[in-house]
């Protein structure tokens, strides 16, 4: 069996921006590097990180993702907001 594990980050409106930048970049590359080694090894489960905010409808919208399956590149609108610097 092949596993999609979603591993999801909540964070308050009101959370430091640089600090949250900085983890949601390090978060990416963690489980981008964590992904990397699995295929390396042979194994076919992935880890997709989501850093989501309650304020701005980003839990339904990554439910909606995984019903579409287009979960594996869906940012939630936090998650853009980090990738710019747009807080």
């Known amino acids: ?5 979603i591993v999801v980050e909540i964070k308050a409106e009101k959370d430091d921006s640089k600090k949250n930048q ?4 390090d978060g990416k590359k963690h489980f981008e ?12 489960d992935r ?4 850093f989501l ?3 701005s ?3 339904a919208n990554l439910f909606q993702s995984i ?3 287009t979960y ?16």
Not at 33 to 44: A, D, S, T
Not at 72 to 87: A, P, Y
């Open 1 to 5: 069996n092949t596993y999609y594990i």
């Open 22 to 25: 900085a983890k949601n970049r």
């Open 33 to 44: 590097e964590l992904n990397k080694k699995l295929e390396e090894e042979g194994k076919e």
């Open 47 to 50: 880890y997709y990180f989501k």
């Open 53 to 55: 905010s309650p304020e």
């Open 57 to 59: 409808n980003d839990f």
């Open 67 to 69: 019903e579409t399956g």
């Open 72 to 87: 594996k590149t869906w940012q939630s609108i936090l998650m853009e907001q980090l990738d710019t610097g747009k807080l």
